[in-house]
Protein backbone atom coordinates (compact mmCIF):
# COMPACT_ATOMS: atom_id res chain seq x y z
CA UNK A 1 0.00 0.00 0.00
CA UNK A 2 1.54 3.41 -1.17
CA UNK A 3 1.96 6.46 1.82
CA UNK A 4 -0.80 8.10 -0.26
CA UNK A 5 -3.28 5.55 0.71
CA UNK A 6 -1.80 5.07 4.01
CA UNK A 7 -2.68 8.40 4.88
CA UNK A 8 -5.89 8.24 3.24
CA UNK A 9 -7.15 5.59 5.55
CA UNK A 10 -5.95 6.85 8.64
CA UNK A 11 -7.79 10.02 8.00
CA UNK A 12 -10.60 7.95 7.40
CA UNK A 13 -10.50 5.65 10.74
CA UNK A 14 -9.92 9.33 12.55
CA UNK A 15 -13.26 10.60 11.03
CA UNK A 16 -15.39 7.26 11.65
CA UNK A 17 -14.54 7.80 15.24
CA UNK A 18 -15.90 10.90 14.79
CA UNK A 19 -18.78 10.28 13.34
CA UNK A 20 -19.19 7.37 15.73
CA UNK A 21 -19.09 10.04 18.54
CA UNK A 22 -21.60 12.08 17.32
CA UNK A 23 -23.84 9.14 17.03
CA UNK A 24 -22.91 8.84 20.72
CA UNK A 25 -23.87 12.50 21.47
CA UNK A 26 -27.53 11.78 20.97
CA UNK A 27 -27.65 9.10 23.56
CA UNK A 28 -25.01 10.71 26.22
CA UNK A 29 -24.44 13.61 27.80
CA UNK A 30 -20.32 15.01 27.53
CA UNK A 31 -20.18 14.38 30.95
CA UNK A 32 -21.37 10.63 30.40
CA UNK A 33 -19.52 10.34 26.82
CA UNK A 34 -16.33 11.60 29.04
CA UNK A 35 -16.75 8.81 31.26
CA UNK A 36 -17.31 6.31 28.52
CA UNK A 37 -14.19 7.38 26.56
CA UNK A 38 -12.05 9.05 28.79
CA UNK A 39 -11.69 11.71 26.85
CA UNK A 40 -12.17 15.33 28.45
CA UNK A 41 -15.43 16.74 27.98
CA UNK A 42 -14.22 20.28 26.11
CA UNK A 43 -11.87 18.08 23.66
CA UNK A 44 -14.87 15.80 22.45
CA UNK A 45 -17.35 18.87 22.15
CA UNK A 46 -14.15 20.32 19.84
CA UNK A 47 -14.78 16.39 17.96
CA UNK A 48 -18.31 16.25 17.76
CA UNK A 49 -18.69 19.56 16.40
CA UNK A 50 -16.08 19.42 13.58
CA UNK A 51 -13.23 22.03 15.40
CA UNK A 52 -10.46 19.13 15.55
CA UNK A 53 -10.27 15.89 14.86
CA UNK A 54 -8.36 12.70 17.16
CA UNK A 55 -5.29 12.11 16.26
CA UNK A 56 -4.52 8.81 15.18
CA UNK A 57 -3.31 7.55 18.53
CA UNK A 58 -6.25 9.15 20.30
CA UNK A 59 -9.04 7.92 17.78
CA UNK A 60 -7.46 3.95 18.50
CA UNK A 61 -8.01 4.83 22.01
CA UNK A 62 -11.44 6.01 22.25
CA UNK A 63 -12.43 3.14 19.55
CA UNK A 64 -11.01 0.42 21.72
CA UNK A 65 -13.10 1.78 24.99
CA UNK A 66 -14.68 -1.42 25.96
CA UNK A 67 -17.90 0.77 25.96
CA UNK A 68 -17.27 1.41 22.23
CA UNK A 69 -17.12 -1.80 21.43
CA UNK A 70 -20.44 -2.80 22.95
CA UNK A 71 -22.44 -0.06 21.29
CA UNK A 72 -20.62 -1.44 18.34
CA UNK A 73 -22.39 -4.70 19.01
CA UNK A 74 -25.78 -3.46 19.97
CA UNK A 75 -26.01 -0.11 17.66
Known amino acids: MSVSADKYEALRFRLMVVER????????????L?????VPETVLCRYIKGSIIPSY???ERIWSRKNMECFEQNG
Open 21 to 32: LKLLKRMFSYKE
Open 34 to 38: SSITG
Open 57 to 59: DQA
